[in-house]
């Protein structure tokens, strides 16, 4: 990977080579620099790459060979040039996770959303500037399932010179948490709709690409992390999995979370800790202040809410301190090795203490900025349904159907225009339809029996915002086909975590019990399984923006939609022209 910066400040150089062989990480190192922002620029070759895991030997996309991919590094206030080229037979996007890419949507990357796909020789330059974040947030491949192994950490360090809420750590680790598919991860969701069944599950779970020992074959393929006693380390944890919540803990060692989504939060600590799909955390662990003489593994595995199949299995790295004896010929093998112990496979309560326990600074320095003053209400619902089989045809979903995912019983259809193409150019019409209902046309017990008609509509429909409409959403999951957890992420914006419950939402009670003191703010959330969460922001960035599951089975079944910020008045309140260079369906 190329890296190089420009601009008036001193050049940077960043150490970004890959892991050794057993796992061992590399820290973050940045020569200082004197100018508040630069400009930093990446390359991005996408190509096929072999990879060997679980003794099982395919080529897979990559971003320059790599598995997982090279991180970014940027600092608040940066602008970023990352130039993506396309070397392989797949149409391929960038998303970069978490970015709020204020006036320049056409960065934002999602396929037919803010961009036609960059085809096989296709180049195109992501141009965006890092506004008012810092944290850990990430990338990924946003088109079909091809995130499955294109993905990789986006570290935001903050201005130079403003310093942590939280004591500086000894080291900084990547920790993402992913899925292997020993087949191709094409051919299984394209089956699936074929079919109209469930998907096929991964066959591990891996950290930083890495299965460990709990799996055959993979004793070498284990990612070990190094430490000193006395000592904190930062992990920039991210769940880069396809289709499952995680649990993460480390055995005998206590983690205190700082951070969610790149936003500062008040520091807890906890045993273990739950994230969904799409969301980061930065996590405190501090070392034992004596070498321990024994291993600890750190493991994850999946939270499980639904009724379909799922990857019940475990991923696990190692935790080992440095020997104190220089140059020792000391062997780990010799030392005992604990095992962390996981909360059950479905257990909520768990899910629910520690969604609770996050919550925002709210500081002088780093407040929270949560709409006090709603304009506009919405009420979304999110699950699961059904569509017809193709005629003559019988599927494998229920009662030989098809399944089906939707948000106010809409299907999205995905359009052969980007939406912000056909917005910008005034061509909308055949594109979408700009009439996303405020909430669904027909009520019913969402969280109890189920209705016997499952089928869902289908539509390209968009909800359109004037600028600065600060907004409340209430998503609503519903027991069609079951109950089952949702993390709903919202490309362009933060939004505060206002309220959430179990059972259906009261729009006269449960308000009362809000929080618009100190809510988390976070682009990923999960819906409760048989529950709703509330959440607010404030429409300040015109362009379109993709709203979706992030569980990926059910963004392809249709369980996504999209939010259309028209422009303001002045002019840093208006999209930025698409640039040149923009890939063209």
Avoid at 158 to 163: A, F, H, L, Q
Avoid at 322 to 327: C, D
Wanted: glycine share 8%; aromatic share 12%; with cysteine.
């Amino acid at each position: 990977m190329r890296w190089w910066s420009a601009g008036s400040a001193a050049t940077v150089v960043m150490v970004g080579r890959k892991c050794c062989s057993d796992g061992a990480f590399m820290g973050l190192f940045l020569i200082p620099q004197h100018a508040l922002a630069i400009t930093r620029h990446y390359e991005f070759n996408i190509k096929m790459q072999n990879v060997t895991r679980l003794c099982h030997t395919k080529s897979i996309v990559t971003v320059n060979g790599q598995f997982p991919g090279p991180r970014v590094v940027a600092r608040e206030g940066d602008r970023l040039q990352i130039k993506v080229t396309n070397h392989v037979s797949n149409n391929i996007t960038i998303h970069w996770h978490g970015i709020r890419q204020l006036r320049t949507g056409w960065a934002d990357g999602p396929a037919y959303v803010t961009q036609c796909p960059i085809q096989t020789g296709q180049s195109y330059l992501y141009n965006f500037t890092v506004v008012g974040q810092r944290g850990t947030l990430w990338w990924h491949a946003h088109i079909s399932w091809l995130r499955a192994t294109l993905y990789g950490p986006l570290i935001i360090l903050p201005k130079k010179g403003v310093p942590y809420p939280f004591a500086k750590p000894y080291k900084e680790v990547p920790i993402i948490l992913g899925e292997w598919f020993n087949a191709d991860t094409e051919a299984i969701i394209s089956q699936a709709l074929q079919t109209g069944g469930g998907p096929n599950v991964s066959d591990a779970y891996t950290i930083n690409g890495l299965p460990g020992p709990l799996y055959n074959c993979s004793a070498k393929d284990t990612f070990k992390l190094r430490v000193k006693p006395g000592k904190t380390y930062l992990l920039r944890m991210i769940n880069a999995a396809l289709n499952d919540e995680l649990f993460f803990s480390i055995a005998n060692h206590t983690l205190t979370v700082v951070d969610a989504d790149a936003i500062y939060i008040k520091p807890f600590e906890t045993d273990t800790i739950l994230i969904t799909p799409g969301q980061t955390s930065n996590i405190l662990l501090k070392t034992k202040l004596n070498y321990p003489t024994a291993t600890f593994l750190m493991t994850a595995r999946p939270y499980v809410t639904g009724q379909g199949t799922f990857d019940n299995s475990t991923v696990a790295g190692i935790l080992e301190y440095e020997s104190p004896v220089l140059h020792s010929v000391f062997s780990t093998k010799k030392l005992p090795l604990y095992k962390p112990i996981l909360p059950p496979l479905n257990d909520t309560s768990f899910a629910t203490n520690f969604s609770k326990k996050l919550r925002s600074l709210a500081s002088t320095q780093y407040p929270a900025n949560v709409p006090h003053r709603v304009d506009k209400k919405f009420f979304f619902t999110v699950g699961l349904g059904t569509t017809s089989c193709d005629q003559n045809q019988t599927c494998q979903g229920p009662n030989g159907t098809k399944f089906a995912a939707s948000v106010s019983n809409i299907s999205y259809v995905q359009p052969t225009t980007a939406l912000l193409q056909a917005h910008y150019t005034g061509q909308s019409g055949g594109v979408y339809d700009p009439d996303f209902p405020i909430s669904p046309f027909d009520w019913f017990n969402y969280t109890g029996n189920p209705p016997n008609n499952t089928v869902v509509g289908n539509g390209t429909k968009l909800m359109v915002l004037k600028f600065n409409t600060s907004v409340e959403l209430v998503m609503q999951d519903t027991s069609i086909l079951g109950a089952e957890s949702h993390p709903l992420h919202l490309h362009g914006f933060n939004f505060f975590v206002v309220g959430q419950g179990f059972g259906n939402y009261d729009p006269i009670k449960d308000p009362k019990s809000f929080n618009l003191v100190d809510p988390v703010e976070r682009n990923t959330v999960g819906v409760p399984s048989g529950g709703w969460v509330a959440i607010r922001f404030l429409a300040d960035n015109p362009g379109v923006w993709f709203m979706h599951c992030h569980l990926e089975v059910h963004t392809s079944w249709g369980l996504k939609m999209a939010w259309l910020v028209l422009d303001g008045k002045l002019p840093n309140q208006k999209l930025l022209p698409p640039p040149s260079d923009l890939p063209k369906c």
